[in-house]
């Protein structure tokens, strides 16, 4: 929706729509005068009290999914929904790293509704963007930087190449998505992958690419780009720390597996 010149911005309308599309389902008539009051309102709150005492990990997935189906879809009862949805996707994150398309087929779901998903998404990646961007060097944030690239990149239905740029104390300086490919393929060029190294004026790269099979296993490709990369840098003052493969079955590190 565009906002004329004048008009506030309604950020409630942005993630609630005040209409939902049809296939929403977030509307209810309203109740007739006497009639019982569902149970709904009752067992979020019980869901919500709970949340704030033991937090999300004590949480089912099919729970926590509820919760967040609370805020994209009010007033409706998001259970069965949220179990629909785990069992299309495989896993929590697999429902919010679902394309909009897939999305849009699942009974319940509207414009509305994914594009809320969408931005729930973006906040997660967000959030574990920054847990790495602070003031400290990245290698001692390891977990965190794992956690993040599953999340950014693991359920991916195509390949995508990206590079994190450290400086001499290896804190980040840039997190950028340098091509994507097929489901099975990314070009990468080392050569550019080098000359976007000295515009930023990093001293240290991680390489990132993702295998939408799931398995994390580094192919005879990965490791001569990699390499090559590697042989390209190190005369710049460059050091290639790492290149991680990120799959939903785990993820590999070729330094680990002494490739580099």
């Known amino acids: 929706m565009t906002k004329r010149r004048g008009e506030e911005f309604d950020e409630a309308s942005f993630l609630v729509a005040d209409t939902p599309a049809p296939n929403d389902q977030a509307s209810v008539a309203p109740a ?48 069965p929904l949220a179990k629909q949805l785990l069992k299309e ?29 969408k931005v729930i998404q973006a906040v997660a990646a967000r959030f574990g963007r920054d847990r790495i961007a602070v003031e400290k060097p990245i290698l001692s944030s390891w977990s965190q930087l794992i956690d ?66 799931g398995d994390p296993s580094p192919s005879s490709a990965d490791v001569r780009m990699t390499r090559e990369i590697a042989d390209i840098a190190k005369p710049l003052g460059i050091t290639l720390h790492d290149h991680l493969v990120i799959g939903k079955n785990g993820h590999a590190s070729l330094r680990a597996l002494k490739l580099i």
């Open 89 to 117: 996707f495989g896993s929590f994150s697999g429902v919010f790293a679902a394309s909009e398309a897939r999305l849009r087929n699942i009974d319940g779901l509207g414009e509305t509704s994914v594009a809320n998903l």
């Open 148 to 213: 993040y690239c599953t999340t950014q990149m693991a359920f991916e239905s195509i390949e995508q190449f990206r590079i994190l740029f450290l400086d001499k104390k290896n804190r980040l300086i840039a997190d950028e998505v340098q091509q994507t490919g097929t489901v099975d393929h990314t070009p990468v060029y080392p050569r550019e992958v080098i000359k976007r190294s000295l515009e930023l004026g990093a001293t240290a790269l991680i390489l990132l690419h993702n295998h939408p099979s």
């Open 32 to 79: 007739k005068s006497g009639a019982p009051t569902s149970d709904h309102s009752g067992h979020r709150k019980r869901l919500r009290d709970r949340f704030l005492k033991v937090g999300g990990d004590a949480f089912e997935d099919y729970e926590l999914l509820e919760l967040a189906l609370h805020l994209v879809i009010p007033q409706k009862d998001t259970k």
